[in-house]
């Protein structure tokens, strides 16, 4: 007997849901990759930016950036037969850090958004990640008029290990953001086991 979700269709028994975290700094594309992949319409807590916001969240290299996420963004993709991905988009501003150690609970892998023109600024992501024990990929989002930098350049930049896979595209673009997704499904399964962060 499958499970009925919320738009009718059941699941079955045997398939693996996977909580999956996208993190990454302020404006680099989380909602984004989010709403380009979700088969459900994604749940968006985007509000628009304020004078208020704008005196502390840093908004260099941003200036058409008009919302932001002050809590979460949800959505679900099933990848196959078996394997549903519930993704949950966190907020990206320093002040929202124990809201992002809270959306991480449970999760058994994560995303890590990386935009070509604030390379280092995703390394606060990748810390976490890495800090949870999580499995993560890192996904480049190349911006029109950034730099193209070589796949060697980023992954050392970022500090990443061999194992860990770095795929570019972008984010806006359905087939792009699922690449994203596949490459951590298959990160995951190579791994000995799948527990949940704690």
Sequence with gaps: MGSNDSDGRYLASDTRSVKVVVLG???????TLVGAVSE????STEEHMTQAGELVDDLHGLKDKETTTVALDFGRITLGPDIVLYLF???GQKRFSRMVDNLMIGALGGVALVDTARVTESWD???RLEAAGLPYVVAVNPRTGSPAYSREY??????LDDATPLVVGDVRERQSAKGALVALVK????????????
């Design 154 to 159: 980023l992954r050392t930049a970022l500090d």
């Design 125 to 127: 992501a990748i810390g």
């Design 25 to 31: 700094p302020f404006g680099v594309g989380k909602t």
């Design 40 to 43: 459900i319409r994604p749940a």
């Design 187 to 198: 990160h995951l399964l190579s791994r000995p086991s799948l527990e949940p962060a704690p």
């Design 89 to 91: 988009g966190a907020p």
